[in-house]
């Protein structure tokens, strides 16, 4: 199994900047691929950016230019550092794993998922 477990949700302003954390635990060689998502409340959980086993990296297009998603491997830490935040960014973020490489953002296709963080714009 994986464990997944994020942090760094909060409050910000519009047009604040802000880094979530996803601490990855457990048999991480199964985490191939790692994604961000998120679900604010009354809409489905969407796909926010994703990055492989060889550091590719893919973002929606509503955050593009804004999010960026990294990992550290020593640390076996997945960030999302978001920027320009908007309102319409407030929802639950949550960090998922995949145990075969990135195929898109889909939410059936991530097998592992941690528990959300909050962040409220």
């Known amino acids: 199994h994986v464990q997944l477990v994020e942090s760094g949700g909060g409050s910000v302003q519009t047009g604040g900047s802000l880094r979530v954390s996803c601490a990855v635990s457990?048999?991480?060689?199964?985490?191939?691929?790692m994604a961000w998502f998120r679900q604010a409340p009354g809409k489905e959980r969407e796909g926010v950016a994703f990055v492989d086993g060889t550091g590719n990296t893919a973002v929606a297009d509503s955050v593009k230019g804004r999010f960026t998603i990294s990992k550290d491997n020593a640390k076996n830490t997945l960030y999302l550092q978001m920027g320009s935040l908007k309102p319409e960014d407030t929802a639950m973020y949550y960090c998922?794993?995949?145990?075969?490489?990135?195929?898109?953002?889909?939410?059936?296709?991530?097998?592992?998922w941690g528990q959300g963080t909050q962040v409220t714009v």
């Open positions: 457990g048999n991480t060689y199964r985490a191939a691929c």
């Open positions: 998922a794993a995949r145990s075969r490489g990135c195929a898109g953002l889909s939410v059936n296709w991530f097998n592992y």
